[in-house]
Every structure is written in C-alpha cells, then in structure tokens.
C-alpha cells in the first residue's frame, strides 16, 4: 500500500478523491466534492481509482458488533414510540358526535316529515252548534295557522259576547279569542291551538263578559261545541 502511503504528495484534486472516498469530507467541502463527482469526469475517474485502492483495506478490516450499552445509548436518543391509536370504533369521542348527528337527523326526519303533513292536510271544518241550532261555522287552515268563524244563526246579546275555545283531548278549553255576531272574524292560532287543531279537537263558543273571560276558562254558558273534521 506505498502508493498511498503519503497524503502529502498528492495534487489537491487526487487529495480531495481520497477524502472523498474516505468519507472525511464534512459540510461545504462534501457538497462542493459531491457535485464535482457528478460534472467532472476527471475527478469521478480519480474516485473510482481510490475505491479500488482502497477496497482491499476494507476487506482486511474485522467486523465487529457494536455493544449493548452502545444500542442502548443510541435508543434512548431516539424519539419514543407513541402509543397505538385506538380505532375510531374505540373512540369515546367519536360516539358522542355519533349520538348527536343522529339525535340531530332524527329531529330533522321528525321536521320533515310534520312539515309534509301539515303541507298535505286540507282545512277543517267544524260546525258549532246545540239543540240542532247552528250558531257558528268554523274554518282552520292548517297551513296559514288561522281559524275563520262564521256566524250562522247567533243573535247577538248586549251585555254578553261571544268567546270561542278549543278543547283537545285532555277536556281543557283553551281560549282562542272573540267572535262577532254580524261578521266572519279570522283569529291566528298559536302553535300550541294549531297543534291542538290537527288532533282533531273541539271547537266550543260561550258568552262571556266584555273582553272576555276573565278567568281563562268558560264562565257563561255554552252556546254551542262541534268537532274540527277534515273537509
């Protein structure tokens, strides 16, 4: 090995192959031999010859293993292992926003499917009336949310007027507002008396003290009652 036995003697660029091949080159200086490597011919040819030259050392060289302590040295520097992340079946979380989004579709559905009713059904009709005797005839849309109240044979009384009340299932009347005996009165409904209204309540009149009940429930007499009926 006397051809390479004095680094001294050696032109810088047959210096700069050997450090090359050697892999002493660090930072700037390895760049810069890199990319000479790949452009210049002359020197990737003085690469090559020192590869060759340098080949039979490496083979005389013993492998050795590293020790314990020094595998143990270089995984304690590396990042550790993070955990397995569960499946998103596992995923508490992701239940949670599950359980809304359906919750959320769910009452979605439910809207849809009350606002297509409500689109579908017609009016209800509902005559008022007592002993055969019709007092009033009674007109919901659905739709609008209203009630239209025709007086059919009511006299009217001076010192009493007219209250109409609708009475769902549980028997409760619920006020609904004033009536006239000369002329067709359009009352809006609450959602609560349109819900009632599409369960097919019923529709009750009775006389009351001007500006009507005080009390909130019927306190004259009843002058007629008829159930709200699809058209």
Not at 10 to 24: H, R, S, W, Y
Request: net charge negative.
């Amino acid at each position: 090995m006397s051809d390479i036995s004095d680094h001294s003697a050696l032109p810088d660029d047959e210096l700069l192959a050997a450090e090359f091949v050697l892999g002493v080159l660090e930072g700037a200086d390895r760049t810069a031999a890199q990319r000479l490597y790949q452009h210049d011919l002359t020197f990737a040819a003085m690469v090559a010859d020192w590869e060759r030259r340098l080949m039979p050392w490496a083979a005389e060289i013993d492998e050795a293993a590293p020790s314990a302590s020094v595998w143990n040295a270089i995984a304690a520097q590396l990042p550790g292992e993070s955990a397995p992340r569960p499946s998103i079946w596992q995923s508490l979380a992701f239940w949670r926003i599950f359980a809304l989004a359906s919750t959320f579709a769910a009452a979605c559905l439910a809207v849809v499917i009350y606002l297509g009713t409500v689109n579908q059904q017609g009016p209800l009709i509902a005559a008022i009336e007592s002993g055969g005797t019709r007092s009033f005839v009674a007109t919901v849309d659905v739709k609008r949310g209203t009630v239209a109240i025709v007086p059919a044979s009511f006299s009217a009384d001076a010192t009493r007027v007219p209250e109409l009340w609708i009475i769902p299932d549980d028997g409760k009347p619920r006020p609904v507002g004033l009536l006239r005996a000369d002329a067709t009165v359009t009352l809006a409904l609450t959602p609560e008396l349109a819900e009632f209204a599409r369960n097919r309540a019923t529709l009750a009149v009775s006389l009351e003290p001007p500006g009507g009940s005080p009390t909130g429930a019927p306190t004259g007499p009843v002058i007629g009652a008829g159930k709200l009926t699809s058209l």
